[in-house]
Nanobody
């Protein structure tokens, strides 16, 4: 059974940085798309960043230039480097994976992590 486990969340002041990591368990697991969603308090879940096996990336407009997603295909891990954090970035961040990019884009991923809290104070 495939499981995704996130780490790296926490409390940081505005302008600071955090690095989120996601480790996928399970033999022969190599999803086409991996990435991160987030859900701010009282708001809808949104896709933050995605990366494919070939290394193609996509970011939400709100995080472009500040967040960087990376992936290690051999280790089945994905990370999100978050710089210049803003209070608006406060949310629960979820690692996700799917073998179809279209399902990933609409938030219908087959695999999800448990979530990690990121809080940015002003």
């Amino acid at each position: 059974q495939v499981q995704l486990v996130e780490s790296g969340g926490g409390l940081v002041q505005a302008g600071g940085s955090l690095r989120l990591s996601c480790a996928a368990s399970g033999r022969t697991f190599s999803p086409y798309a991996m990435g991160w969603f987030r859900q701010p308090p009282g708001k809808e879940r949104e896709c933050v960043a995605a990366i494919t096996l070939s290394g193609n990336t996509d970011y939400a407009d709100s995080v472009k230039g500040r967040f960087t997603i990376s992936r290690n295909n051999d280790k089945n891990t994905v990370s999100l480097q978050m710089n210049s954090l803003k209070p608006e970035d406060t949310a629960v961040y979820y690692c996700a994976a799917d073998n179809a990019l279209i399902r990933f884009k609409i938030g219908a991923c087959d695999y999800w992590g448990q979530g990690t809290q990121v809080t940015v104070s002003s």
